[in-house]
């Protein structure tokens, strides 16, 4: 069995290489609108800058208007058109209302890409419960009040596609992001139910395709709460622009279903299958020793989990140099 896995590992980087957008998509972009959350910066503004050079017409939702301006004007330079609905997607009043904005302005949502997430880094019992508590009002009930919002609008028209944003951790999880991890496996969980529903009631021109990515090189890791004493660092982090680029890929070629991107997404999926125990201590050692040992000093605080950061939106976050 060693054998075999490894093989196969070995086999992945060719197999499962970053998708990236053709021309040929661009007939299945090109004026259909597309909702996403957390648009301000990382994967959700690299996926709304990409579909919207696409000509896609983009809903950009956020906590911060100011940096959704920025967003929507690369969008409309680039000739997209674009929206701004600031947006907290803790409150299922206002993910509705961003829903009817959308319908309201465009007259049908295409693409409903559930993006936004925060998370605390730290051991379990040291972040505030008020920190646990917020990651899962952001990252699972965002999705679940997105998610309904979306679905409702896509079977009174007939079609539409869900995108969800889970990780890794949902397969994988990692010490020290215990409820963030938590929430990745429900929305996996999330993902099973809903698609089941789907195909039940014959509605297979719905799609749910839920987006597993490795840790990724965004502003996600200056802005998350750390009680580490460390600053937060992620495992050999993918770019922000090549995941968002694959995003927007799947979010029109992908079939339903769970969707990890790039060879190493792939490679700790497969190994939570064929080697859970294994995979986990793995991944338990590596993010110990990056976290709790080499990362640098830093003073704990709450990062963006209870308001805006003021940190540049940028798609990038700049820490794969370091």
Known sequence: MPRILLAILLLLPAACAMPVVHESDRAAIAGR???????????????????????????????RAEALEGVAATIRAAGGEALVVPTDVSRPEAVEALAETAERRFGRVDVWVNNAGVAPIGRFE??????????VAVNLNGVIFGSHAALRLFRAQGHGTLVNMASVEGRVPLAYHASYAATKHAIIGLDGALRQELRL??????????????????????????????????PWMDGARDVAE????????????????GPKAAAAVLGSRLAPGLTTRIAGSVIHRLQMEDAPPAPDGPGNLHAPSPAPPTVE??????
């Open 126 to 135: 040291e972040i505030p419960v008020a920190d646990h508590a917020r990651t």
């Open 246 to 261: 694959a995003v927007v890929w799947a979010s029109v070629n992908a079939p339903s279903g769970k969707f990890p991107v």
């Open 317 to 322: 976050g700049g820490f794969r140099g370091r």
């Open 33 to 63: 609108t597309w909702v996403v959350t957390g648009a301000s910066s990382g994967i959700g503004r690299g996926v709304a800058e990409r579909a919207g050079s696409l000509g896609a017409r983009v809903v950009l939702a956020a906590r």
């Open 201 to 234: 009631g014959g509605l297979d021109r719905l799609r749910v395709v839920t987006i597993l990515p490795w840790a990724v090189d965004t502003p996600f890791w200056a802005n998350a709460a750390s009680y580490a004493g460390r600053e937060p660092r992620g």
